[in-house]
């Protein structure tokens, strides 16, 4: 006799998703709440001493044998908890049981799916490549290039954030804006 929870083979595509999606194995449920768990003690005990914009994008991905793997969507996040990572290992081997035996902590960082990227329907044939950090400018021109918006908000982020030298901040800027 067939299991009554699974479709049969006449069923349509989103029956057979639905049934697919309706319980995760037990082993991988059970890592997915320690690990939705540590993250959660992990921003409580270090809420106050990192940025918001940090914290929101902070997962913990893996904890085993003294090794924290830290997951956050930015490189420049990444870039703060990686420098950070002394002062955060003492802070949490002190402030948590949990974490009293970490001895590391590494950072990678994850980019969001766009919903553009999973749509099934898109056309990508008419797409451009954007892997150049110049783009031709509007006149067509291979002499005339202007900077990628992607490249002109680094720059932007670069100035305010990083940069303190007036003379370099002013000629980044002469650089950013159009002519």
């Known amino acids: ?9 006449l069923a349509k595509r989103i029956d057979h998703q639905k049934s697919a999606a ?5 082993s991988l449920s059970e890592k997915c709440s320690e690990l939705n768990q540590l993250t959660q003690e992990m921003k409580a005990l270090l ?7 940090i914290l929101k994008s902070l997962w913990v991905v893996k904890y085993e044998e003294g090794l924290l793997v830290l997951s956050v969507q930015s490189q420049t996040a990444a870039n703060h908890l990686r420098y950070q990572s002394n002062n ?3 802070i ?7 974490f ?3 001895k590391n902590i590494d950072v990678i960082v994850t ?8 749509n099934e329907n898109q056309d990508y044939s008419n797409l451009h490549s954007n892997q150049s950090n110049l783009a031709l400018s509007k006149g067509g021109s291979h002499d005339k290039r202007g900077l990628t918006e992607t490249t002109k908000r680094t720059i932007t982020h670069t100035l305010e954030h990083v940069i303190k030298d007036e003379r370099l901040k002013a000629s980044l800027k002469r650089l950013i804006k159009p002519d």
């Open 1 to 9: 006799m067939q299991n009554p929870l699974k479709p049969n083979h």
């Open 22 to 26: 309706s319980s995760l194995p037990k």
């Open 47 to 53: 809420g106050r001493g990192l940025p918001e914009e």
């Open 88 to 90: 955060l290992i003492n």
């Open 92 to 98: 949490l081997k002190e402030q948590s049981l949990t």
């Open 100 to 102: 009293s035996v970490l």
């Open 111 to 118: 980019y969001p799916a766009s919903i553009d990227h999973l």
